[in-house]
């Protein structure tokens, strides 16, 4: 019984304590005690004390099974060998059904148990009515009240020690899920982090390429466009030195939440310098309240939605309008591109799909041929996380 907790352990002791303070009241409280008697007093004390000790060595369940075996027969001896002696014969049998129901769970184990308290019922009810001419009903009450509540004790003991070993078990395993959990969370943190430098200084870079190459061909030809182009890649520099350090600054919440506004503002003006397009922007002042990942992915949803519109839908009008409700906050991007009579779920969409899903918005994107795209998504600020993610893509006309 090692792995007890202290206070049981300290139960599995007052138990002994108490059958070696009960069992001598058997010679001490009765008169003229035959010295038969009081051997077999000493004899089941010394008998109980050693069943204790092996109750507490005991694995094996046959063997359990003889001792509590044991300790039930020189127990309920004592109604026998003290018949009359209106003394609580039964107490010590209460004991051995504690200890016993204490270490076994079985529903055989209280059938057993019931039919031994029968068969010793009828025996000693048979024997004491033979030898006395009467039965004490009161008694009978009494001690077995006294035995099924002390077997009742032993078995919410041992419920209380399975499920202690349960829940360590359970314990164990939401250590190992949290583990895992972590490890998923940084498996997703580097995806991000991917993303980021594809949608953004992925971005600024092939730009400020393109730039340099059209610096090249012009500088033999043209000087001064050369020169107006080389003026371009700086600025280009400068805008994706701009965005590493606001890939930074979104790692700190309050310097992001302070800035977002301002950074969309810079990201839509200085996209429009660079590519000639007129771009139209809308907000409330009350979106710095949003959190931080959900600015976050609305400034990559704006900037990966003004790549993809002027370098395939050839856009030169751009709207973009961005408020927020009462439980969830609403983006709204269109142009005048060439559009499609069929939207294919490209690198751009998903990406933006997958941003939105993330927070649990919901995503609409619409398209026809000479009318350009537009996307409505919708994102809740209060994430409800059994609400279902829907990515809907339809085509309109």
Known sequence: ????????RM???????????????????????????????IGTIILFIVNHVLYDRTQKLSLLFL?????????????????????????????????????????????????????????????????????????????????????????????????????????????KYA??????????????????????????????????QVTRKLHPVDQDKSFDSLIKSEELARVALQEVRLSVRAMRDEDWKAAFLESLRTLIHDFSIITGMNITFHSDDDITGVQQQIQLSIYRIVQEFLTNAHK?????????????????????????GEGTAEVKEGCGIRSMSDRVEEHGGTIRITSDVGSGFQVAISIPLLIDPFKERNYDTRLSG
């Not at 007052?14 to 008697?37: E, H, N, S």
């Not at 001419?133 to 919410?156: M, P, W, Y």
């Open 1 to 8: 019984m090692g792995s007890w907790p202290i206070n049981y």
């Open 11 to 41: 139960l599995f002791i007052l138990r002994i304590g108490f059958i070696l303070l009960y069992c001598p009241v058997y010679i001490f409280a009765q008169t003229d005690v035959p010295p038969w008697k009081e051997a077999f007093v």
């Open 67 to 175: 001792i509590a075996g044991i300790d039930f027969l020189a127990a309920s001896s004592y109604g026998f060998v003290f018949l009359g002696g209106n003394l609580p014969d039964q107490a010590v049998m209460g004991l051995v059904g504690l200890i016993l129901f204490m270490r076994v769970s079985s529903p055989y184990l209280v059938i057993v148990w019931l039919t031994l308290l029968v068969a010793y019922w009828v025996t000693f009810l048979t024997v004491e009515y033979h030898y006395l001419g009467r039965i004490d009903v009161v008694a009978i009450i009494v001690n077995t009240a006294f035995i099924v509540f002390l077997t009742f004790i032993g078995s919410l003991i041992r419920f209380y020690k399975q499920s202690r070993e349960e829940a360590a078990e359970l314990y164990e395993q939401l250590r």
């Open 179 to 212: 583990k895992q959990v972590e490890n998923l969370g940084a498996a997703k943190e580097r995806s991000r982090i991917a993303r980021e430098i594809h949608d953004s200084i992925g971005h600024m870079l092939t730009s400020l390429l393109v730039q340099l």
């Open 312 to 336: 395939h839908g050839k856009a030169t009008l751009t709207i973009i309008h961005l408020q927020r409700n009462s439980n969830e906050i609403e983006l709204v991007l269109q142009d005048n």
